[in-house]
């Protein structure tokens, strides 16, 4: 390793909230590292704070102490290293499926032909190729999801950030895309460097990380750090997979 | 009581401390002052009657044009008609009716007062039951339906609730819409006299033509301050109550929804412990309320086939009115036309385009200071806090009130007379609509989801190009319903814009509004009444069917904000 630091550093972080002078701890002491080639997942109960600390992680929201480091600086909202997909996908409805993905490039100020051309790579890739000039509410859920991935890895991030990215699909179609975003993950050639998925689906988290982060109940602590080796692609069905799954049980409940 | 001393105080402060210094500044205006709040309750007073009206209208005929599809077909295009023409036009023709009817004696010119504000309340509010009571949740009716309510039970736990949001909503615009009518009619002259009602529209007209500068002051002050204790008393409370009847169908993640007119609300106090009390109070009331609807339940389902037949006789008058209304006008219209046009009546088309210009210069200026306003009302809760108040002050006048301020300030800034008529009929039609815009499109920034802020921010969209991709997409919207909402009210404001009296003078600018004036006073002149009624009913239906529902259901299918 040349780069001293890891690409990504949580130091200690702690958030509350105050209400009439009261203090809610949402999330305490959270540390954590990501390293290049890294697919990290945190789950815990909901309520747990994970969310916030994806929100705390890509620098929507300040932590009350602790830091985020990205690349050894401190992380910025709009940093175009770090992209995010989300739970409500966030497409903007009055937007075409190419539109929505080229917001990050053309926010950079991409010249007009190279957003299209890099759009088209992208659209290609999450397979909806056909539907370039569709408007979101023309799109099924999945599909929607789709886009967002592709509104994402368009700006090439270092790291994807992934808000329950599947939760708001029908179980069938979470299926397909987790696989889908397992292929698009094998493929070193493609963005991005690390992904950090947060979700409460502790099946989801053993079979698509390689690290899973699991927190506790409020206020969110870590209670470990599991390292899932299973080989890859994983299969629910074996005994592993389901021990694994058991483990995290038993560290949350 | 505590909840209701402390804003008390707060109202009482405010008059008395404005009252004060204006009676230190002017004391013989002083003595004049003393006569306004007896004033104020004149005028409240005609609002109520007009609003109270309005309400049972409204109930009756939404709730019947929901219900019964053969009437609907009648009842809709009407309702359609009576919301898009500027009822304004009618002022004249509907004074005139009520005076002749009633000989000059004060109850007709009362009743028309009172008429002329439900005309400006009424149909926005039986559109609004009519569009709750169709859009309630499939689901929903049909649960009703399987529990077997009907008729009375029917309406109580159903179709009333669920009218409730809209109703409020409308109420507000139709209160803002019912001052603007009231100080316009307080004093008018149809048929080559004048009338004159005492309240604090008359009192603040008859300062502004005599430039009674102080009079104009206390009078505006205190028109201010029922607007304001209204708003805390009456619209704050209802509305944050209204909120509770809300039929969404949202899931779990939680919208922010900010309707237009509640937004100017935002900042006032809620209360609770006022409406708490309040609440309590009409307790007893509402118990009789149920025991009385109980028996009304009972007395509907044994006499099923009496209520049936009162229905089917109510919708024949209501066909026979209808029918008699719409051929002595078709009746009256072919002879108009009969006969050879007044000479006059080549006026019509250049009035028109002229007034049409004005109103476009005013909705220009209200769109370049609103959208710049209403993103930072929008994205800065500091901002908000300060500013709305203040901005909620001002918009709480009716530009009719302020009528006086706007020709003396005009005045100052031109030299001549003329150029003064022409900027204060440009600024009264811009005081008419910049406020619906204003309120409107805050609302619209505010109901911006946070996931699409979150993705704007963590994308680096800023600048022109967050504007470009985001913001103003999302305000299309509200932007349209405030538009057309505004541009209703410029149409309304012609009348008083175009034909104003200042300090002993007449500053009239041509166009549709002084035409409508002249064609009432001094000489009468009914052909031209009805022309210019008539060119004024084209232009602004055409410009609705035309311009603005196609913008309209264009923006909300692209614009809206669910995916």
Not at chain 1, 195 to 211: F, G, K, N, P, Q
Not at chain 2, 115 to 141: C, H, K, R
Not at chain 2, 177 to 202: C, K
Request: aromatic share 10%; hydrophobic share 50%.
């Amino acid at each position: 390793m040349t780069d001293p630091h890891p690409l990504l550093e949580g130091k200690d972080i702690t958030k509350s909230h105050f209400e009439n002078g009261k203090e809610f701890k949402v999330l305490e002491l959270v540390r954590f590292e990501l390293a290049e080639r890294d697919f990290v997942c945190v789950v815990g109960p909901s309520g747990c704070g994970k969310s916030t600390l994806l929100r705390i992680i890509v620098g929507l929201e300040k932590p009350t102490s602790g830091e985020v480091l990205f690349e050894g600086h401190p992380i910025r909202a709009d940093d175009p290293q770090v992209a995010m997909v989300f739970q409500s996908f966030a497409l903007f409805p009055w937007l075409t499926v190419t539109q929505n993905v080229e917001l990050g490039l053309e926010a950079k100020g991409a010249p007009p032909e190279e957003r299209r051309k890099i759009a088209r790579k992208f659209i290609e890739a999450v397979g909806l190729t056909g539907f370039e000039n569709a408007f979101p509410r023309e799109l099924s859920g999945g599909m929607k999801q789709r886009v967002g991935i592709a509104r994402a890895l368009a700006i090439e991030p270092l790291l994807l950030c992934m808000d329950e990215p599947f939760s708001s699909l029908d179980p069938l179609t979470a299926q397909n895309l987790r696989d889908e975003i397992l292929q698009l993950w094998a493929n070193p050639e493609l963005p991005p460097k690390a992904v950090l998925m947060v979700t409460h689906s502790i099946e989801e988290a053993v079979y698509m990380a390689d690290r899973v982060i699991v927190l506790s109940s409020r206020p969110g602590r870590m209670v470990a750090e599991l390292e899932i080796d299973l080989p890859r692609p994983r299969n629910r069905k074996e005994p592993e997979f389901y021990g694994w799954v058991d483990e995290i049980y038993s560290l949350i409940v | 009581m505590d909840g209701l001393r402390r804003p008390l105080r707060l109202v009482a402060g405010i008059v008395i401390l404005a009252g004060l210094l204006a009676a230190l500044a002017f004391p013989e205006a002083a003595l004049n002052a003393l006569q306004l709040p007896l004033l104020a309750a004149f005028s409240t007073t005609r609002m109520v009657a007009a609003y109270l009206l309005s309400l049972v209208f409204a109930i009756v005929y939404g709730h019947t044009a929901a219900t019964n599809k053969r009437a609907a077909v009648v009842m809709l295009p009407l309702l359609d008609v009576l919301q898009s023409i500027p009822i304004l036009g009618f002022f004249p023709a509907a004074l005139v009716f009520f005076v002749a009817t009633f000989q000059g004696h004060p109850v007709g010119i009362e009743l028309a007062v009172v008429f002329l504000i439900f005309t400006s309340m009424a149909w926005n509010m039986a559109f609004g039951v009519y569009e709750a009571l169709t859009t309630i949740p499939q689901d929903l009716e049909a649960a009703a339906a399987s529990f077997g309510l009907r008729g009375w039970t029917r309406f109580r736990l159903l179709a009333f609730p669920a009218v409730i949001p809209r109703l409020v909503y409308n109420s507000i615009l139709s209160w803002t819409n019912g001052w603007f009518f009231l100080v316009a009619s307080e004093i008018f002259s149809a048929g080559g006299t004048e009338f004159h009602r005492p309240g604090l529209g008359a009192f603040i007209a008859v300062a502004g033509r005599n430039g009674d500068v102080a009079s104009i002051a206390t009078g505006l002050a205190v028109l201010a301050a029922v607007v304001l204790a209204l708003d805390i008393f009456l619209w704050k409370p209802l509305s944050v109550r209204s909120e509770r009847f809300r039929l969404d169908t949202a899931t779990g993640r939680e919208i922010p929804h900010v309707p237009g007119p509640y937004e100017r609300f935002r900042w006032l106090p809620r209360l609770p412990r006022l409406r708490r009390d309040v609440f309590a109070r009409l307790q007893p009331a509402a118990d009789r309320y149920h025991r009385l609807s109980h028996r009304i339940d009972q007395a509907y389902s044994a006499h099923r086939k009496l209520v049936r037949e009162v229905r089917l006789v109510d919708l024949a008058m209501f066909v026979i009115v209808f029918l008699i209304v719409t051929i002595t006008g078709l009746v009256g219209l072919v002879q108009l036309f009969l006969r050879p046009l007044p000479s006059e009546a080549a006026l019509l088309p250049m009035a028109a385009l002229l007034s049409f210009s004005r109103l476009a210069v005013a909705y220009g200026i209200a769109l370049a200071w609103t959208i710049p306003i209403a993103v930072l009302l929008g994205q800065s809760e500091r901002a908000s806090r300060y500013l709305t108040p203040v901005l909620e002050v001002f918009a709480s006048l009716p530009a009719t009130a302020l009528l006086p301020v706007i020709i003396g300030v005009s005045l100052v800034i031109a030299g001549s007379i003329g150029t003064a008529a022409q900027l204060a009929a440009i600024l009264i039609a811009l005081f008419s609509m910049q406020w619906y815009l204003l309120f409107n499109l805050v609302a619209g920034v505010r109901g911006i989801p946070d996931d699409l802020r979150d993705a704007a921010r963590s994308f680096g969209l800023r600048g022109a190009t967050y504007w470009k991709r985001v913001l103003l997409p999302a305000m299309m919207p509200s932007l349209l319903t405030g538009s057309i909402t505004a541009w209703g009210a410029g149409w309304n404001a012609l009348i008083v814009s175009e034909y104003a009296q200042y300090a002993n003078r007449l500053y009239v600018v041509p166009g549709l509004g002084s035409l409508l004036n002249e064609a009432v006073y001094p000489t009468p002149n009914n052909e031209m009444l009805i022309l210019t009624i008539l060119t004024m009913i084209v232009v602004v239906l055409a410009m609705n069917k035309l311009l603005w529902r196609p913008l309209f259901k264009r923006a909300t299918q692209r614009y809206r904000l669910e995916v």
